[in-house]
């Protein structure tokens, strides 16, 4: 059978085996925590600036539950920007691992005394992740790649759109302020997003409109 009429006839299993394949993907990441013999480290005054903030470790973990719930709504809603959207982390991974073993960048963190829910949730970011590859950020890139999908996506009410947002911005902001990444890491993520998916909206969308918008 010819794998893009499949693909093109049958969204629904296209989409879970991509999402299959960027679980597999994200589960490389372990490999290129590590530092590697020349790290950089891209703060600047601006993130010098920047407080500490434990509170602000809420939005940074609810990133665990907006990725898959936001997908699965732009599953529901409109299976192209679906599409594009997993695409769109698939390859911005991929290229955020190439970059890694190219140019590792680190993030000076901050002592976190306390017993508290919020620092004892930063200790265990921080034991999971390693202060390795920061830029660009791969939290940002997912969470803004998810945002662009339901900006574009049909049948979302605005209200649902700008929750979306709403909740997305304030991950990416979470990610200064518990200094898990610096202000170039967010501005790369959220480029290397934009442009990932401007590109694979504009070679994959009229190929998939006719077949995958019937199946919404």
Not at 24 to 47: H, I, R
Not at 191 to 200: G, N, P, R, S, T
Request: charged share 10%.
């Amino acid at each position: 059978m010819n794998i893009m009429r499949y693909i093109r006839t049958r969204p629904l299993w296209a989409l879970i085996i991509l999402v299959a394949v960027y679980a597999l993907v994200t589960a490389l990441y372990p490999l290129f925590n590590k530092p590697l013999e020349t790290t950089y480290c891209l703060s600047t005054a601006l993130d010098e600036g920047i407080p500490f903030s434990r509170g602000w470790i809420v939005p940074y973990v609810s990133w665990y539950a907006f990725l898959p719930g936001v997908a699965f709504f732009l599953l529901l809603k409109d299976k192209k920007q679906c599409g594009i959207t997993l695409l769109t982390m698939i390859s911005g991974l991929l290229l955020s691992y190439l970059t890694y073993s190219l140019f590792q960048t680190t993030v000076p963190r901050p002592a976190v005394p306390g017993d508290d829910l919020c620092s004892r949730l930063v200790q265990l970011i921080y034991n999971i992740d390693q202060p390795y590859n920061a830029f660009p950020s791969i939290h940002v890139l997912a969470t803004y790649a998810l945002m662009l999908g339901t900006a574009k996506a049909e049948g979302i009410k605005k209200i649902a759109t700008a929750t979306i947002w709403i909740v997305g911005w304030a991950i990416i902001i979470s990610t200064v302020f518990v200094k898990q990444h610096v202000v170039a890491d967010i501005l790369g993520g959220m480029v290397l997003a934009q442009v990932l998916h401007l590109v694979l909206t504009h070679f994959l969308s009229p190929w998939l409109s006719a077949r995958w918008q019937e199946a919404n």
